[in-house]
């Protein structure tokens, strides 16, 4: 169950395992299915928590990151406004806020992917679930 929970394991693939394993199980199919099922949706909610979860924790994170770039923005204009700027200041602070900016587009990019996960997740539990209702029936 675990294996075909996993999303290494092409659907295709796990399809086809899916129909075999309940093809073996004779006369127990209906129970066999029903206990795959289960298992399969246990261990596929939690994989989605735990993406969820880690979701919510880069969010936190970019919403920080968010800040900090716009307060560094705000004190490098200060800085470079001023009467006699201190250039070295200047620069660490200009190097500071590229490196902040490139972080923050680094894990924005990163979201978007993992955005898809919690969705292909799903969309692989509603495959097999739909392959043990089809064998079973």
Same mark, same amino acid.
């Given at each position: 169950m675990t294996k075909l929970a996993a999303r290494r394991l092409p659907l295709d693939d796990a399809e086809k395992e899916t129909k075999d394993y309940l093809a073996a199980a004779g006369n127990d199919k209906v129970m066999a299915g029903k206990l795959l099922f289960s298992g399969l949706f246990d261990t596929l909610n939690?994989? %989605?928590s735990s993406v969820m979860n880690g979701l919510e924790r880069v969010m936190r994170k970019q919403r920080e990151a968010v800040d900090k770039v716009r307060s560094d923005t705000i004190a490098l204009q200060a800085m470079q406004s001023a009467a006699n700027p201190d250039q070295s200041k200047v620069d660490e602070l200009s190097n500071q806020l590229l490196w902040e900016t490139r972080i923050f587009e680094d894990r924005r %990019? *990163? *979201?978007?992917y993992v955005c898809e996960v919690p969705t292909t997740i799903d +969309? %692989? $539990?509603?495959? $097999?679930?739909? *392959?043990? +209702?089809?064998?079973?029936?």
């Open positions: 939690a994989e %989605r %990019r *990163v *979201v978007k +969309q %692989r $539990l509603f495959a $097999l679930g739909r *392959v043990i +209702q089809q064998e079973i029936e």
